[in-house]
């Protein structure tokens, strides 16, 4: 498995940009796909964004298309979540994860490294 250690979360007002950092260790991690899922106070947890094992493909949720964007580099074992243009309903602890299979997924049935979770909160 890959074990995964986010960074990055903070406080930030509305409009904002905030770049999450998500390191790995384990030898898999170029070969899997990963994603970024957040949970909000009193929400179930959700998908975000997703990319596949080389990055050539990606999922974002239509809550945050056009202001968030996923990225990863194998050989440095890092995925990256830049996140523009923030809204307040964007607050929640984002974790990263790394799926059990090479392309996107979406369903967190799949994910089977979770890192901590960093805190994000967008003021208004």
């Known amino acids: 498995q890959v074990q995964l250690v986010e960074s990055g979360g903070g406080l930030v007002q509305a409009g904002g940009s905030l770049r999450l950092s998500c390191a790995a260790s384990g030898r898999t991690f170029s070969y899997v796909g990963m994603g970024w899922f957040r949970q909000a106070p009193g929400k179930e947890r959700e998908v975000v964004t997703a990319i596949s094992w080389s990055g050539g493909n990606t999922y974002y949720a239509d809550s945050v298309k056009g202001r968030f964007t996923i990225s990863r580099d194998n050989t440095k074992n890092t995925m990256w979540l830049q996140m523009n243009s923030l809204k307040p309903e964007d607050t929640a602890v984002y974790y990263c994860?790394?799926?059990?299979?090479?392309?996107?997924?979406?369903?967190?049935?799949?994910?089977?490294?979770w890192g901590q979770g960093t805190q994000v909160t967008v003021s208004s």
């Open positions: 994860a790394a799926s059990s299979v090479a392309y996107i997924s979406t369903m967190e049935q799949y994910y089977n490294s």
